[in-house]
């Protein structure tokens, strides 16, 4: 590459998934560091129905890249968050009984440590089935998950938990706290690697959470 055609790509990040190297989701700056290359694989948990069966399957490139900039480990993307996190998601967290006993000794201790209670607010972002949120209900703390993905929200409902079916990003934030669900705390448990604009994300963090 040249020295021109590098200076381009950092100055338009678009310019880079033109070029065949895709931008850094953190800083922008063309990846072309591979660190580990699987070859092409289907999109996690998307399981066939019987009558896609006959239909090909698509498949994508899976590879570990690292930013030479901000040293970001990174998958480049391929398909939209709403289609890879559907209506239908099969990944529902409270199937692990080891993961639910983890997530209730971490509600206690955040219980204890930040002297949550009824006058607290706690909202989980990818709450997914409630595997959480479920704990803090018996403790009296007002909870809310926020979860685009329809069928794990359903049953995080059912179980006493309001949710907002959403993708969660600075706009999803301004509009909760303007709706009165500023949080003392807010868990986010394995979905930052699956956010397409992790600035956004965690911008909504600097929203949401209270000055405290």
Not at 41 to 64: T, V
Not at 88 to 101: G, M
């Amino acid at each position: 590459m040249s020295a021109n055609l590098a200076a381009a790509l950092r100055a338009d990040p678009k310019l880079s998934a033109q070029a065949g190297a895709p931008a850094c989701k953190f800083c922008g700056t063309p990846v072309q560091h591979v660190m580990a290359d699987l070859g092409m694989q289907p999109i996690a948990n998307a399981y066939r129905r019987p009558e896609e069966l006959h239909k090909m399957e698509p498949f994508f490139p899976l590879r570990a890249l690292v930013c030479g900039s901000c040293k970001l480990v990174q998958a480049q993307e391929f398909e939209s968050a709403e289609n890879m996190f559907s209506a239908d998601y099969a990944y529902f967290a409270s199937y692990s009984d080891a993961w639910l006993a983890h997530a209730k000794k971490y509600v206690e201790d955040m219980t204890t440590r930040f002297h949550l209670g009824a006058t607290s607010k706690v909202v989980e972002i990818a709450a997914n089935d409630g595997y959480l949120l479920r704990w803090f209900l018996p403790k009296g703390v007002p909870v809310l998950g926020v979860e685009p993905t329809a069928s794990t929200a359903k049953a995080a409902a059912a179980l006493g938990i309001p949710v907002e079916v959403r993708f969660f990003g600075r706009e999803t934030a301004t509009a909760l706290k303007a709706a009165g669900h500023a949080a003392d705390l807010m868990p986010a448990n394995n979905v930052v690697a699956h956010v397409p604009d992790i600035n956004d994300f965690v911008g909504g963090f600097k929203i949401l959470l209270k000055p405290t």
